[in-house]
């Protein structure tokens, strides 16, 4: 071979070296553009029939209506989280989302030891749904109306009451608050939140913290409870009558709950931004909208950044409660 003749190659090589990363970024920008080519399962960490579920399931339709390929809803609940997430991350990268109520990433690594994965870097963030409501109620028997007379009843009356809650950021912040005013008040855990609801609804639990409209409402309406606050910035929808527990005095109850989705390790930011930009365009559907009213929920527009960080930033406050009070209820 001439020496020409090795320059020249030489030369093609450099080229086709040069062109390479251009070829590959390209070939990733026609898998994003090209993203679903196959059904895309929704592996949810709701409870069926409850709100993360009911929203999940209204976004996974409009999304199958758009984007031309079957979205299963595949409800994976139990274990706050744990067994929802561990699906998701072992499923081939672009084949599934994970829907999830904000507790799964927020307080779940504050009360389960030894996770198999990384909150925080195996699930990535691309939209929230909704505003979702949780509230304060009591057993329409318990003489109080307000949250005031409520804590004034547990104070005159220490050890006699009990409460229950959903997990995770409601426990935490109620169990503060109690211990900070040195309220005794006796926690009974439950398995599901719709055992507890019921219990209390029938009189063997005093108060409850559950989400509003698919735990709480029915039992209103059949006379059983009664809310007192809502644990959200603004008022309910489903009882625009019931105050948020800032106009209750007491501020530091306060949280929100946002079901969102969220993608895989590694998931390309341009598609990350596309599949949020096609969610903000669904919850502002009127329909859908309508249909979120129905269920006392509020669009949550939204960008894959801001929705990590309202995630780690609910984390962070809870942490440090976490720290103080304690993390787990009582077995």
């Not at 990363?21 to 070939?27: Q, R």
């Not at 949810?44 to 299963?72: E, I, N, W, Y």
Request: hydrophobic residues 45%; aromatic residues 6%.
């Amino acid at each position: 071979m001439t020496d020409q003749e090795t320059g020249s190659r030489a030369g093609i090589g450099r080229r086709a070296a040069l062109a390479l990363p251009g070829l590959l970024l390209a070939g990733g920008a026609s898998a994003q553009a090209n993203w679903p080519e196959g059904p895309v399962r929704v592996i949810s960490a709701g409870t069926p029939g409850g709100s993360t579920d009911v929203m999940g399931r209204l976004v996974a339709d409009a999304l199958a209506a758009r984007l031309g390929r079957p979205f299963p809803v595949e409800a994976r609940p139990g274990a706050e989280g744990v067994i929802a997430i561990q699906a998701f991350v072992q499923a081939p990268p672009g084949s599934a989302l994970f829907l999830t109520h904000a507790g799964a990433i927020t307080t779940t690594p504050l009360v389960m030891q030894n996770l198999t994965y990384d909150t925080w870097t195996d699930l990535v963030p691309i939209a929230p749904i909704a505003t979702d409501f949780l509230a304060y109620a009591v057993n329409s028997r318990f003489p109080a109306t307000t949250m005031a007379e409520l804590f004034e009843r547990v104070r005159a009356n220490p050890g006699r009451h009990t409460w229950c809650s959903a997990p995770g950021a409601t426990y935490l912040l109620t169990n503060a608050e109690l211990r900070r005013s040195g309220l005794d008040m006796s926690f009974v855990n439950y398995r599901t939140t719709t055992a507890a609801t019921t219990d209390t609804a029938e009189g063997r639990v005093d108060m409850a913290v559950m989400p509003l409209t698919t735990n709480l409402l029915p039992f209103v309406r059949e006379g059983k409870l009664r809310v007192l606050a809502v644990t959200n910035a603004v008022r309910s929808p489903a009882a625009p009558e019931t105050p948020t527990v800032a106009q209750a005095g007491f501020p530091g109850l306060e949280v929100e709950g946002f079901p969102g989705f969220c993608g895989w390790k590694g998931m390309p930011d341009a598609l990350r931004s596309r599949i949020s930009g096609l969610i903000q365009e669904i919850i502002q559907e009127p329909a859908i909208r309508q249909r979120l009213a129905d269920f006392g929920m509020i669009p949550r527009p939204s960008t894959p950044e801001r929705f990590a960080a309202d995630l780690r930033s609910l984390h962070d406050r809870l942490a440090e409660i976490a720290r103080t009070y304690g993390a787990r209820p009582p077995a």
